[in-house]
């Protein structure tokens, strides 16, 4: 079964950590991405990759970096976790084609104290 | 501003009747819409789409109707079942295959009643 894989379901940091999401994708998928979900806000796009060591800027990249060594792995770095940063945290990937839709992971609940 | 809105934060409606749930959109350079369906605790997970190109897409109970002069879509579900409770979101995309990110409207929370 194909799946996209968050490394963590929940998870709590203090303000001020330096905070590490996973996500790893076993379909070969070229795109890559982070999403955070909000109460009435919906989901909104933090950062795309279309490549091995790409990156884009979505929506709200502000206090997020990510990186993405290998085709399957991208990963959302909060330097400095801030309380603003409790979310939920949804990875998905995609191949590039009008057909394809995005196959998303379950999500990590990330709460900062 | 939103291109993607989604109006109604929830919808009721009961079991065995249809369902429809809208989407409005401002960008005319989307041509790609999308519908995803998410549980609480889980993933979103990929519903139906349909291409500028065509106004209607079917699927089983869901169909998905495009109106691009009104840039307005709607997902109809019928007959409604109780599993079909959960937060719809439109999706739409301004380049094919959507490399560049989907835009989500905020969702519309579906309760089916029995």
């Known amino acids: 079964d194909v799946k996209v894989t968050q490394s963590s379901r929940y998870l709590v940091k203090r303000t001020g950590e330096k905070v590490f999401l996973e996500c790893v994708q076993d379909?070969?998928?070229?795109?890559m991405f982070w999403y955070r979900q909000d109460p009435g806000l919906g989901l909104r796009l933090i950062y795309f990759s279309y490549d091995v060591k790409m990156k884009e800027k979505g929506d709200i990249p502000e206090g997020y970096s990510v990186s993405r060594e290998k085709k399957e792995r991208f990963s959302l770095i909060l330097e400095s976790a801030s309380t603003n940063q409790t979310s939920m945290y949804l990875c998905a990937s995609s191949f590039t084609g009008v057909d394809y839709g995005y196959t998303f992971g379950s999500g990590t609940r990330l709460t900062v104290v | 501003d939103q291109q993607v809105k989604q109006n109604s934060p929830s919808l009721s409606v009961q079991e065995g009747r249809i369902s429809i749930l809208n989407c409005d959109y401002t960008?005319?350079?989307?041509?790609?819409f999308l519908w995803y369906k998410k549980y609480p605790a889980e993933g979103p997970t990929f519903l139906i789409s349909?291409?500028?190109?065509?106004d209607k897409n079917e699927d089983g109970r869901f169909t998905v109707f495009l109106n691009k002069s009104a840039k307005h879509l709607s997902l109809h579900i019928v007959p409604s079942q109780p599993g079909d409770s959960a937060v719809y979101f439109c999706a739409a995309s301004s380049r094919t295959g959507g490399a560049d990110g989907l835009t989500f409207g905020k969702g519309t929370h579906l309760i089916i009643q029995p």
């Open positions: 349909i291409s500028s190109i065509k």
């Open positions: 960008n005319s350079m989307f041509d790609y």
């Open positions: 379909m070969d998928h070229e795109n």
